[in-house]
């Protein structure tokens, strides 16, 4: 196929687009043109699973070939903003102004394997359109990059564009022929010049070009979700790309589901060394949810069971609340209270915000002392929980739970630790009492205020921990009822001070209830 027929072909494609997506988001594109700001990125959210009832040849063909079509998509949305213009009434033509730095967004790719991703993909999935879902542990900083650059021939004086490559890190070959055209008296590019020259010259941007050739940039690290993995299994990350309004959209701790292209990217190449390639996802969508509090679903038959078995306890309602506790981690018997206690932690509260402004946290905090079965409290809770941290105090540090300064790059860049990870959902904290002392104090804000102040390495944010903490720590020696709880666990009183509940768990010696 020639390369008129590829463009013919290619340009038949984006009409086609066009004339869907106007067919799709008819009122959305109304919105885009008569939004003022030219500047700013605008973006239209395209549902690929009602796009594929709608058209299921195009769909498809996003779907097995998504690097020449995405870029084919985000020029369609501009034909299709030309099209809802022309076809408007007059009047309303006056307010319209047609965005070029639109970008459509895929959302809800089909339910398919080889589609849905919850580990990392490998090699053999290059060149692919996914929906990766997992937790965002790092996030760098907001870079500007150029889309192109511009070089000038050292022959004939013409100057051309070629484009950044995002493989080699946005970085440009250097051009090895003149590709300086000749524009016609319409602007068009005619013909290439017949130049010979092999020296050029790059201009740089504040030189020779404008902004609108630059954009805004940003890499994260995504890890698999935990709770999601098999027992056993480290949880892998990967770098995210974001580019445009992408960029700044999400932060550490927050659950994610990122569409985008899985790319290679070269690193830097050294004289002597091996070339290295990692593997990268190219963005094209990113949603956070973090108020998605449980995956599970809400149907009538769930209802209906809710409705029958509190019918069956309609005059016995603490016997049904006791039949609920004693299903809860059924391996360990007795121990109705602690069950009760961290069914409740589980269940969560709901914060309350005065008409004062101060906020009261709706998350509960609970402290297991002593020694029988609390570790296996810590290990069913963080089992249940849609999204739990499991962690131990014995060499933890402030970094570890808080938030940690990373170099990479030659940048420094946050990675957020057990509390952050943890946001809307919960963490079990296993030897709390082996903690540091230095390293406790750091827990004092994160419990109350459900926040974390980060000022390092010059990077000065704030974080949320709104979670709840399930810590278990064993007593001083032996336990001692004389004295207070502050001697026995070795605990200063304002950080037990932020525990709810702390419960005491001792072994009567009863050898009677051994048997």
Not at 211 to 238: A, F, M
């Amino acid at each position: 196929m020639s390369q008129s027929q590829v463009e013919e072909r290619m340009a038949a494609l984006a009409a086609q687009m066009a004339l869907d997506l106007v067919e799709m988001h008819r009122d959305a594109l109304v919105a885009t043109l008569l939004a003022h700001d030219a500047s700013i990125h605008y973006s239209l959210e395209l549902d690929l699973c009602l796009y594929m009832e709608v058209n299921a040849v195009v769909c498809n063909c996003i779907l097995q070939k998504p690097v020449e079509t995405l870029a084919i998509l985000d020029k369609s949305f501009v034909l299709a903003q030309f099209h809802v213009r022309d076809t408007s009434d007059v009047r309303d033509q006056k307010h319209m102004s047609v965005k070029t730095n639109a970008h459509v967004r895929c959302i809800r790719l089909p339910q398919i394997r080889n589609l849905q991703f919850q580990r990392i993909p490998r090699s053999g999935h290059v060149g692919k359109l996914i929906n990766f879902v997992g937790t965002v542990i790092r996030t760098g900083m907001v870079k500007m990059v150029e889309s192109r650059k511009l070089f000038e021939c050292a022959t004939c004086r013409g100057r051309f564009h070629l484009p950044v490559e995002r493989e080699l890190g946005y970085q440009v070959t250097r051009p090895v022929r003149c590709d300086a055209g000749v524009i016609g008296d319409n602007g068009v590019l005619v013909r290439t010049k017949d130049c010979d020259g092999r020296k050029f010259r790059e201009i740089p941007v504040d030189a020779g070009s404008n902004l609108s050739e630059c954009r805004d940039y940003q890499e994260i690290k995504v890890q698999e979700q935990v709770t999601k993995l098999e027992l056993g299994t480290i949880p892998r990350s990967i770098i995210v790309l974001l580019e445009d309004d992408l960029a700044d959209s999400c932060k550490p701790g927050d659950d994610v589901s990122i569409v985008g292209v899985v790319t290679r990217r070269w690193l830097h190449l050294q004289s002597g060394e091996r070339a290295n390639i990692e593997i990268v996802i190219a963005a094209n969508h990113v949603h956070v949810h973090n108020e998605q509090r449980s995956n599970l679903l809400l149907t009538d038959e769930l209802k209906s069971d809710f409705h029958k078995f509190w019918s069956e306890y309609k005059d016995r309602e603490i016997d049904g609340r006791n039949f609920i506790v004693s299903s809860f981690n059924p391996n360990i018997v007795g121990m109705s209270l602690v069950k009760l206690a961290v069914m409740l932690v589980l269940c969560g509260g709901v914060s309350k915000l005065d008409k004062s402004g101060l906020k009261m946290r709706g998350d509960s905090h609970i402290l297991l002392v002593g020694d029988p079965g609390k570790s296996q409290f810590l290990r069913y809770a963080a089992r249940i929980s849609p999204r739990a941290v499991l962690t131990t105090g014995i060499g933890s540090t402030n970094a570890g739970l808080t938030v940690t300064a990373v170099k990479d790059s030659g940048e420094w860049q946050l990675e957020a630790g057990a509390l952050v990870l943890a946001d809307r959902g919960l963490c079990c904290i296993d030897e709390f009492g082996s903690i540091k002392e230095q390293d406790k104090t750091a827990i004092h804000e994160a419990m109350e205020q459900q926040t974390i102040s980060v000022a390092k390495a010059g990077l000065v944010c704030k974080l949320n921990t709104r979670c709840s903490i399930l810590a278990a720590t064993n007593p001083k020696g032996k336990y001692d009822p004389t004295q207070s709880m502050e001697v026995n666990v070795a605990l200063g009183s304002p950080l037990l001070s932020r525990f709810d509940l702390i419960l005491t768990l001792l072994d009567t010696q009863n050898d009677e209830w051994d048997k």
